[in-house]
């Protein structure tokens, strides 16, 4: 009962700062989106395949979650994206006081509009902690199983939307799309699904169509 009662003074605090940055970044039009997966789904792809095919009018920065290394953010910084990396050592997941601490960065950045968390890979953990974002983005690969669903739905039932990736490898393993699919929805009704692979760009499109009009206010065709 101790563990209980402080995980949930925990995330209370959480759900207090997140608040905060969810006020501080619509104040300046900054529309927030919470990348969650596992390791190795391709987020960080997902990012750089996002960012190529932003309209002018749409001014990203990314901050990016990860245990240790910079390698993603180097990879960002390639694309001249603004970056700010958090390594969290041994916690599986990124929290407000961390964003928090990163505001400062957010904020000075000129015409911001767009900012993309990618957090740390960890299907169970991310679910539970609010960033302050407008919008939590779950992805799961072809290689991971259609089963995923069932096994962490916290995670599914948290997000807005859903990327299935890999979508190329397919024909390669035993992933059923249809199941996949019907277990998602099964945990989360209003769930948005897209279907993508980075290695032949299927799909990123209307992605970023649909990011692209969320963030404009616009529907989407």
Known sequence: MHDIAIHQKVLAQNIEIAGTIREKLKARGIFTLNLISSPGSGKTTIIEKTAALLPSEIKLAVIEGDLHTELDSQRLSKLNIPVRQINTGKSCHLDAMMIYRTLPWVLEQNDLNL???ENVGNMVCPAEYDLGEDMKVAVMSVTE??????KYPAMFNASDHLLINKMDLQPYTNFDLARAKE??????????????????????????????????GQPSA
């Open 115 to 117: 900012l993309l968390i």
């Open 145 to 150: 199983g259609d089963d995923k669903p069932l």
């Open 183 to 216: 277990n998602a929805l099964g945990i989360n009704p209003h769930l948005n699904i897209t279907e993508l692979s980075c290695t032949t760009n299927s799909g990123i499109d209307r992605w970023v169509e649909v990011l692209t009009a969320t963030v404009l």
